[in-house]
């Protein structure tokens, strides 16, 4: 039976951390964000169909092509981020279900004949991992910036150009710069939020 984690780690990963817009200049090496995914995909998925897919925009030219897409108010806290993944879902996941979900041969036609539903399910679940992502990043002790104000539809034919996978959002990552943090915003009341029932 698992046990609550401590204290110190609640804070790292919900109570005291913090989304970041300005960053330290540290690297971040690749090993550390090949961890990271190994650490995330471990996040359940319905049917372990795991659809999310990540560019991690690290390069000073992948940075030129990802900048023309970001909102004014985002642009700055991006290209000074050491590194922006791009959290996207593969809307062919079930091509690997049968390895993924072995045990159900079936599986993949599930989603085959149903375009919709299997869009439903890649964004429901590549969201969930993109979750997962903040948290295993947090975990791993690097910083996150999620964000939303992007040209999405510019960003997907840039970096997914086949059409197979679509971005969800973007995640800036690296070691942020504390001095610089905003005061915590308002969270909702129990009440207004849940109900037990």
Not at 111 to 134: M, V
Not at 151 to 170: M, R, T, Y
Request: charged content about 20%; glycine content about 8%.
């Amino acid at each position: 039976m698992a046990k609550a984690i401590d204290a110190a780690a609640l804070d790292q990963l919900f109570l005291a951390a913090r989304t970041h817009n300005k960053w330290l200049d540290k690297d971040v090496p690749d090993s550390l964000l090949k961890e990271l995914v190994d650490v995330l995909k471990m996040g359940p998925t319905s049917a372990n169909c795991q659809p999310a897919r990540i560019v991690f925009v690290k390069s000073a030219a992948a940075r030129e092509r990802l900048k023309p897409f970001l909102s004014e108010g985002n642009r700055a806290k991006t290209m000074t981020a050491p590194v922006c993944a791009i959290i996207g879902y593969d809307l062919e996941f079930y091509e690997n279900l049968p390895r993924t979900f072995p045990h159900n041969q079936a599986a993949k036609g599930w989603f085959t004949g149903s375009p919709a539903h299997a869009e439903t399910t890649a964004f429901r679940n590549g969201t969930l991992q993109g979750a997962y992502f903040i948290l295993a990043a947090r975990a791993l002790g690097l910083d996150t910036g999620p964000m939303s104000g992007y040209d999405q539809a510019g960003v997907d034919k840039e970096f997914f150009p086949d059409g197979k996978v679509k971005s969800n959002f973007l995640c800036s990552v690296g070691y942020g710069d504390a001095s610089a943090l905003m005061g915590r915003l308002p969270r909702l009341a129990f009440d207004e939020m849940a109900k037990i029932l």
